[in-house]
Each structure stands twice: as structure tokens, then as C-alpha cells.
């Protein structure tokens, strides 16, 4: 059409708007991590990449690797993570699978009820269960009636009986629990477009249950999975306010609490921002890496 | 404002396909022009480079002598009935209908007028306050109609407009288009795949293939004298076989294998050629009958259709030819195994020049016997 | 559309027994239903009794006791309405959420509209520039955005304003997702069918796109309201004090101390706002493209069967 110029017109102030505020916000943050400070610590933004300071950068990359400050605090965050995502997938699958083949008139509200806690605030459900494990509180008592709490110490997992005491075992489940719904929705997206003729024809064909399960079903939902899997881990690589919410006390710090320390509570925010930078760039990395992975995927069932 | 409609070498590219190849074209005032062709082969690009849609990579789109090609629809003279109707949902019919006579300033009691009229016209009275999710396709055709004939365009273009309908509405609404055209005077451009709808409606068809006009005449003249095999081919079924042409004593010579025969027509194109013989000229005459233009064969197959039989011989040469042959109680019934004699009529053969190849070998596809077993 | 046992399953074993699955093939799975719903169950029930601690007599936030309104209002000092902090930050939540539906709103439909006409230079880049707040972690956005308002852009400053920025910013993806979804659902014959009828591109915006997207728009706007309620990281990172707090940073820095069910009481008024506003976004839409769906009622079906006769029986 000879008028473009309306669309353009249309988009621009959306446009100018991501530009300035989180385009630009990207950019700050780069900026701030390869900057400099004031006296008094403040960072001062090196806005121009010419004058790049590499000194912070430089300091966290030190601090992150073996032997840095910072590295047991990115063990333990690869580790909770990998365990949350572990129990996120051996919770979330059954779910998704169900949803996705069989609840047949019930599908309605089993997806309602799917996704209904996408909209309860995030720090709404992690303050539910500080009533609940509180050591007053109803899953606390039952727990430790059940003697749970003796098995996770015996197990290395806790300490005390205090659920809410910087217990790690609490951070992973609480992590579980945060994130495992936007893992059952792409998931449940996926096994939804499966082929169900694919699994009737292998049943045809003679396979057990178990064995049609493992060779056609399990196969077909790996770009499902691997989805899922990332959509839950980015945010996790992020994510402080469980730790602060369900444990309180730096054994459990992730590497969010590393960069949330830094920039929100003391005089090292050029620190947090190169802190963020290379978080970032893992998380790219990893990102690429599941993308690189889908196209093979795709490739391969073409 | 007469509605005269020239493209000059116009020409259309979509990344790397050439879509449209340097058309020419002229539809003059008041004629009901349909472009017909298989998917792809450019015709709905065209439309849309007529009504503005699409800006040409080349060439020109001229309207009643003026240069439209940069102009935006909006702006052009000329309506469109979509294949999907496009009608306005929110709106009711009669909305629908006047929403484009605000930008010719007709308010008010006129447009009110010209909004019934133009409803009588395609006879949608009383439909005024529905809403276009209540009406039947046929119904929403009708509407679509109506929006475009109340502006009074010199020129309206129709994209498949009966696409979706089923047959027997589609029949009703063919001979409701022709009538309402030639009541108006509009200049209709047609575009269609459907060849049954474009020989019952039109003045004159554009044959298009590959972006490029194959022939552009009447029906008449593209069913009796095709120019290239795809027109044939595409226009009813047509007996497509490669022959070597050379002029001839009354006519043109035709060697085909070790017969000859000839064709009354003169001027026909030399060398390698392909002779065209519709199936309803094919005689099928007893075996070993004399005279020229006859050539023995075997009958291959025979499929009964009621008041015809489709017989399928096969000749000495190894060319397949169909016959059509009446059931009028004359001709013998064919069996499969029967030899004949084919006589392919001086006076029916036409020699065509063209994309020999594929044509021919889609004609002997069409005309071989299907394969035992198959369904 | 069950089937009998085929021969095959005779053959299994009961190796499965202890889930018990039914030894059709084709029926129903038990023991994968058990597990979703306990997994539902899991899910929800520590919300619900979030919620049920709200209505407490007593000031338990982890036992049931009685029933009663006093921490949402009737408690002179420590309910929701009366206490300052709290009701400050209901106030903080819901003005966000106000603003930020009222300028993401326009921003996300300007941009899908342009998003889905616009075939010149820039136009994927600007595509993948409006997806990406969807994919990026919320704590680097966060930080960049607290750098931003400390660095650069101090005029702004942090406060009520950034926390609206904010909250707009990571909106106007989700706006452009919904609107362009339903742009798809209209198509673009209609917009070519305005324009070939005389309607210059503004008009066609005006008089066929607009209508047709309010549908998008309403459920945009409320979508926008939910999304914004909720938001924990961005709101945190750029408050500048406490009458910039908003609900959950409110519930953030109170849970681990001795609180009221106040507390409770105030999660759950959060939680009742953003229902409500997904429920009519979800009834609005519905009411809207009503029209679309051509159901025809008895009457209707009467009306157009005469209007047919009428017609001279062309249908």
C-alpha cells in the first residue's frame, strides 16, 4: 500500500518507548559494569564504549570462578537449580501428560486450574507457605510428625526442624514450587499437538504400554521438555526474593542474592552491574544452546 | 469515465518468484474479461496490481487514459469483491453496504436510496439490519456485491468471487453476475480456475500460465482453436500428439510415425509440432475402413458414461487417442480388445505449436487406462 | 469410545499394579489422574488457606480460628483499612496498576497494528526489540532499570514514576501479543476491502480496525492491570521509600516477622483485584465479539427463512 507511513506513525511511540527504557536500560547496565565510580562509590556510567573500564568486569569474572568470593555461591545456585528442575520435571510431566491426552471433559477446568497460579502473585504463594511452615504452622507440624525432618538431616539436607531456617532443602522445594507451573504450561502445549495416531500406532503395532511410552511418546515430547526446562530456568538464575522469603539466611544465597547484595544494598553497584553482565551472558549462552538444539530437533524429525 | 483498462508490460515480483511477466493487456469498456488459469500462474496477482494492492515492479496500470500505478487503492476508481467477502462484521448489511459512499460525499437521503437500490439489485431486500455472521455465503456474496456496485465503479474486479459456494448456488449466482454486468455496463474483470465458469460468463478469457498470457480470445475461439497445447489442454479434454508438420497440398502435412495426415488448416506452425483433435471429432470407424486421416488402432478401454462412451484406443504408433462417441443407438458399443479404424478429420485437427512436452504428456496421462488395483 | 481388552493386554503383567491402571488401553489412565490432582491440590491449597487465615478471629497466621472481617477493616489499628503501611500500599498497587494499563495500552496497540502493515527497513528488528522483554529475566531488567533512573535519566529518579515506566515496559509486549492475535483472527481482506472503498489508511483505522480490536483492547487493559498488581522485582528496585511500596513488597518484608493475618488479609484483596480484573477481561471479550460468532436465536432463524421466501427462494 502506497501509505506506509501510517504504520510507522502507529508503532513509533511503542517503539521509542522500548527503545529508551529497555533497550537503553540494557545498555546502563553495561555501561555502569565497565564504568568507574565516585569517591563515594557511586558508579559513574562510561556511556562510551571507547572509555570502557574493564576493572569491575575483571574483578567479577575473578570473583566467580573457583576460588573467587563468589564461587560457592554459583555452585550452589547451579545446584539448586539443576535439583528444582529435576523434581520440576518428574512433577510436571505426569501433570502435563495427563492434561494434554486424557482429561477429556474435565480439560477445561484442569487448565484453569493450570494456569491459575500464573496470576496469584509470585511472592503471594511463597508467603503462603511461611504461614504453613512456620513452626506453628500446619505443614511444619505435620512434617515433623512424620519425622521428615530427621530424614532430610539425616540426609545432609536440613538442619534443626526449623523449616524456615535456612534450610536448603526449603529453598529447592519452594523453587519447585514457584516455578513448576510455567513448566507444565508450554510442556502441556507440546504433548497437546502430539500426533495421537503416532501412539495408537505403535499400541497397533504391538508395543506394551510402557514401551510405547519410551520409544514414540518420550522422543516426541523433547522439544516440549527442553522448552519447559528453559522457561523455568531463566528466571531461577534470577530469582533472590525465594531465598529472602523462605530462608532468610546467607548459607542459601543464590547468585540473584549475590547481585541484589551488591546492587540494592551496599557501595559496590558497579560491581553488581558486572556481576549482571556476566549473568546475562550465561543465560545467552544457554539460551543458545537450546536453540541450537530445537533446530537440530527439527531438523532431525523433518 | 468509461472503465478502459490497459497494463503495459506489467510485471510483479515476490522475492524471487516472477509472478507476473510483463503483461499486456487491454480490456475495453464494459466487457466481462475473466482471467483464468491454475493456481499460481499469476491472475490474482494481476487483480491486485489493478485495484492497487500491490505496487508493480515494472510496467504500467492505466485507467481511462490515466497512469494508476502509484496511486493507492483508495484512490482508484475501480471496486473489489473479494473471494472472502470481507465484510464488516461489526456493521450491519445496510452499513456495510454505504460505507464507502461518505468518500464520494453522498449522505443522507441519497445514500440512503442508492444503498436500496443497489440491494434490489442484487436482490437483498429485507436484509438490511443483519449482521454479516447471520447470513449464508451466498447472502454475504450478495452484500460483498452490493458494497462495491452502490459506488458506481467504471470497473469492478471479482477474485474467485463463487469459490466457496457450493455448486448449485454457484450456478444461480454465475447467471445473476452476467445479468447484473450487462445491465450495468460495467467493466467486469474476472478471475477464476474454474473453466466452466469462465466460458458461460465471459466476453473474452485470458489463458494465463507462469505469470504470462497463453491466449487471450472468446470462449469460442479458445475451445475450437486453441493456440498452444496448455489452452487445450486447460479448456476440456483435448487428444494432444507430437507430430512433425510441413505444408501441404490443401492444407498442412501431418507425419506421425509412418502415416500421414492432413490438416485443412494453413499457416499452421513447421517442424515439431503437436496436432489437436478434440475427443468429440474422433470417428471411430470399422476396421480397415479406406480414406485419408485413417489410422488402425485397438480399443483400450471403454468407460460408460451414461449418454456417451469415453473409448480409449490405442494407435499402431503407440499414441493413445479418446474418442467420445454418443450413445444414440448407431454406434456399436465398444469392448476392450476391438480394432478400429480412427479417423481424425482434416477439418478438426489443429496443429499447435507450444510447450509440447508437458502438455502431452499430461493429455496421455489423463487419457491412459488406470492401472488394475488401483482405486 | 471404549474399547473391550485387547488380546495384548492380557499378555502384560501386573508389574503396573501398584498405580493401579485399568487394563483397557484406550480408557482412562487413574493413576495419572490421581497424581494431577493432588499436583492441583499442592498447588493451590497453601493460596487457599492464605486466604482462609485472612478471616481469622483470632491473630494466627497458621491456624484456623474463627471468623471474622476485622483485618480487612473492623481492627481500629491493625486491619488493612487502618493501618497506614498497609493501606498505603493497596493504594501504591492499584495506582500502579492503573497508569501503567492506561499508557501500555495505546503504546502495545499502535505497535501491533504498525507491527503487522509496516514491510520496510527495520521492521523484523523491531518485532524481535518487542518479544524480548518476554524472554528476560526480570532481576536484569530490574537492575538496568534502577542504574538507568540513578544514572542517567535522575531527572526521573526513582519513585512512583519509575515504578510506572517500569511496569509499562515489560506490559507492552503482552498488549502486542493479545492485539496482535486478534488481528489475526480479522484478517486483512477487511482492511484492503476499506481501503478499495474509498477509505484513506487513518479512516481505515478509524471506522474498521479500531472497532473491530476492542475486543483486544479491553482484555489488554485489564491484562495489563493483573500483570502490573503482581510484579514484585520491578516495583522493588525502583520504590524510593514507603509510600512507594506496593502490595507485594509490602508482603515481601513482613512475612518472615510477626505479623497479623492483616497481612494475610491484604494478599488476599491483591489476589481478589487481579481475578476480577481477569474475569472481565475474559467476559468482556466474549460480550464483544458476540456479534462475530452469528449465532442466530430461533427468532433470528424464523426472520431469515422468511427473508428467504421473500427473496424468491435464492438462497
Known amino acids: 500500500m502506497a501509505s506506509r507511513r501510517i504504520w510507522r506513525t502507529l508503532a513509533a511511540p511503542g517503539l521509542l518507548w522500548l527503545i529508551a527504557f529497555f533497550l537503553v536500560a540494557f545498555y546502563a547496565v553495561v555501561a555502569v559494569g565497565l564504568g568507574n565510580v565516585t569517591t563515594l562509590f557511586e558508579p559513574v556510567p562510561h556511556w562510551n564504549p571507547l572509555d570502557w573500564n574493564v576493572g569491575y568486569l575483571w574483578q567479577a569474572v575473578q570473583d566467580v570462578v573457583p576460588g573467587g568470593v563468589t564461587w560457592p555461591v554459583v555452585v550452589r545456585t547451579v545446584l539448586y537449580i539443576a535439583v528444582a528442575m529435576a523434581l520440576s520435571l518428574l512433577i510436571g510431566y505426569p501433570v502435563a501428560y495427563y492434561a494434554a491426552r486424557y482429561a477429556g471433559r474435565s480439560s477445561g477446568i484442569v487448565l484453569v486450574l493450570l494456569v491459575l497460579p500464573f496470576w496469584i502473585s509470585y511472592i503471594m504463594r511463597m508467603f503462603a507457605w511461611t504461614n504453613l511452615l512456620a513452626p506453628d504452622g500446619y505443614a511444619s507440624k505435620a512434617l515433623n510428625a512424620l519425622s521428615i525432618d530427621s530424614l532430610f538431616g539425616a540426609l545432609g539436607l536440613m538442619d534443626g526442624s526449623d523449616w524456615l531456617g535456612g534450610q536448603p532443602i526449603t529453598v529447592i522445594l519452594a523453587l519447585v514450587y514457584g516455578y513448576v507451573p510455567f513448566f507444565i504450561l508450554p510442556l502441556y502445549a507440546s504433548l497437546d499437538r502430539l500426533d495421537h495416531r503416532l501412539i495408537e500406532a505403535s499400541r497397533d503395532l504391538g508395543a506394551s504400554p510402557a514401551e510405547s511410552f519410551r520409544r514414540v511418546i518420550l522422543p516426541l515430547s523433547w522439544p516440549g521438555i527442553l522448552a519447559g526446562m528453559v522457561l523455568i530456568a531463566l528466571p531461577m538464575f534470577g530469582d533472590y526474593f525465594t531465598q529472602d522469603l523462605m530462608s532468610g539466611s546467607p548459607n542459601t544465597n543464590m547468585i540473584g542474592n549475590a547481585i541484589n547484595g551488591y546492587v540494592q544494598g551496599g557501595p559496590d553497584k558497579s560491581l553488581g552491574a558486572a556481576l549482571t553482565i556476566l549473568l546475562s551472558l550465561f543465560l545467552l549462552v544457554f539460551m543458545g544452546f537450546y536453540l541450537r538444539s530445537l533446530r537440530r530437533e527439527q531438523r532431525g524429525t523433518a | ?375 | 469410545m471404549t474399547t473391550t481388552a485387547a488380546p495384548t493386554t492380557s499378555r502384560a503383567p501386573a508389574r503396573t499394579g501398584r498405580l493401579r491402571l485399568r487394563r483397557d488401553p484406550w480408557g482412562h489412565p487413574r493413576g495419572l489422574a490421581i497424581v494431577t490432582w493432588i499436583y492441583i491440590l499442592w498447588s493451590l491449597a497453601p493460596v487457599l488457606l492464605a486466604i482462609r487465615f485472612a478471616f481469622n478471629e483470632g491473630r494466627s497466621r497458621s491456624a484456623a480460628q474463627g471468623w471474622s472481617l476485622r483485618w480487612f477493616w473492623q481492627d481500629p489499628t491493625l486491619s488493612v483499612f487502618h493501618d497506614p503501611t498497609l493501606r498505603s500500599a493497596l493504594e501504591q498497587s492499584l495506582k500502579l496498576a492503573g497508569l501503567a494499563m492506561l499508557i501500555a495500552t495505546p503504546l502495545g496497540v499502535g505497535l501491533a497494528l504498525g507491527l503487522q502493515r509496516w514491510r520496510g527497513r527495520g521492521s523484523g528488528t523491531t518485532n524481535r526489540l518487542t518479544l524480548l522483554p518476554l524472554v528476560t529475566p526480570e532481576l536484569v531488567f530490574a537492575v538496568g532499570l534502577f542504574l538507568l533512573f540513578t544514572t542517567a535519566f535522575s531527572f526521573i529518579g526513582l519513585g512512583t514514576t519509575a515504578q510506572v515506566i517500569g511496569h509499562v515496559t515489560f506490559s507492552v509486549s503482552f498488549v502486542v501479543v493479545i492485539v496482535r492475535g486478534r488481528l489475526q483472527t480479522i484478517g486483512g481482506d477487511i482492511e484492503e476491502a476499506a481501503a478499495d472503498l474509498g477509505a484513506p489508511p487513518w479512516e481505515v483505522v478509524r471506522r474498521v480496525l479500531l472497532p473491530l480490536l476492542l475486543p483486544a483492547i479491553a482484555a489488554s487493559l485489564l491484562i495489563v492491570f493483573a500483570l502490573s498488581i503482581d510484579d514484585f522485582v520491578v516495583s522493588q528496585y525502583l520504590a524510593s521509600g514507603a509510600d512507594t511500596t506496593t502490595v507485594p513488597m509490602r508482603i515481601y518484608a513482613q512475612a518472615r516477622a510477626a505479623p497479623t493475618p492483616a497481612l494475610n488479609a491484604l494478599a488476599t484483596l491483591m489476589l481478589a483485584a487481579t481475578l476480577l480484573a481477569l474475569a472481565l477481561a475474559y467476559a468482556v471479550f466474549r460480550v464483544l465479539t458476540r456479534g462475530e460468532r452469528g449465532g442466530r436465536s430461533a427468532l433470528g432463524q424464523l426472520a431469515s427463512l422468511e427473508a428467504t421466501i421473500d427473496a424468491g427462494g435464492t438462497k
Not at chain 2, 201 to 224: F, H, K, N, W
Open chain 2, 1 to 375: 469515465m468509461s472503465g478502459d483498462i490497459r497494463l503495459e508490460e506489467l510485471t510483479k515480483i515476490y522475492g524471487d518468484v516472477l509472478a507476473v511477466d510483463a503483461i499486456d493487456l487491454h480490456i475495453p469498456p464494459g466487457e466481462f474479461f475473466t482471467m483464468l488459469g491454475p493456481s499460481g500462474c499469476g491472475k490474482t496477482s494481476t487483480l491486485r496490481l489493478i485495484a492497487g494492492f500491490e505496487r508493480p515492479d515494472g510496467g504500467a496500470v492505466i485507467l481511462d487514459g490515466l497512469d494508476v500505478s502509484r496511486t493507492p487503492p483508495h484512490k482508484r476508481n475501480v471496486n473489489t469483491v473479494f473471494q472472502s467477502y470481507a465484510l464488516f462484521p461489526h456493521r450491519t448489511v445496510e452499513q456495510n453496504v454505504a460505507f464507502g459512499l461518505r468518500y464520494k460525499r453522498v449522505g443522507g437521503d441519497e445514500a440512503r436510496r442508492r444503498v436500496a437500490d443497489a440491494m434490489e439489485l442484487v436482490r437483498l431486500g429485507g436484509m438490511a439490519d443483519r449482521r454479516p455472521g447471520q447470513l449464508s455465503g451466498g447472502q454475504q456474496q450478495r452484500v460483498a456485491l452490493a458494497r462495491a456496485l452502490v459506488l458506481e465503479p467504471p470497473v469492478l474486479l471479482l477474485d474467485e468471487p463463487l469459490g466457496a459456494l457450493d455448486a448449485r448456488l454457484r450456478v444461480d449466482l454465475q447467471v445473476e453476475l452476467k445479468r447484473i454486468q450487462e445491465q450495468l455496463a460495467v467493466t467486469f474483470v474476472y478471475v477464476t480456475h474454474d473453466q466452466d465458469e469462465a466460458l458461460t460468463m465471459s466476453d473474452r478469457v485470458a489463458v494465463m500460465r507462469e505469470g504470462r498470457i497463453e491466449q487471450c480470445a472468446t470462449p469460442q475461439e479458445l475451445y475450437e482453436e486453441p493456440a498452444t497445447a496448455f489452452v487445450a489442454n486447460f479448456l476440456g479434454a483435448a487428444n494432444l500428439i507430437p507430430v512433425a508438420s510441413q505444408p501441404g497440398v490443401r492444407g498442412t502435412e501431418l507425419a506421425l510415425g509412418s502415416f500421414r495426415l492432413r490438416c485443412e488448416a494453413e499457416g499452421a506452425p513447421h517442424g515439431e509440432a503437436v496436432a489437436m483433435i478434440r475427443p468429440e471429432y474422433v470417428r471411430l470407424e470399422p476396421h480397415g475402413a479406406e480414406g485419408e486421416n485413417r489410422l488402425p488402432g485397438m480399443v483400450e478401454e471403454v468407460v460408460y458414461l451414461g449418454f456417451h462412451q469415453d473409448v480409449r484406443v490405442r494407435l499402431a504408433t503407440g499414441a493413445l487417442v479418446r474418442a467420445d462417441v454418443p450413445n444414440d443407438g448407431e454406434a456399436p458399443e465398444y469392448q476392450q480388445g476391438d480394432a478400429v479404424a480412427v479417423h481424425l478429420r482434416a477439418r478438426n485437427l489443429r496443429v499447435l505449436a507450444g510447450d509440447g512436452e508437458r502438455a502431452v504428456q499430461d493429455a496421455q496421462a489423463a487419457a491412459a487406462p488406470e492401472p488394475a488395483g488401483t482405486a
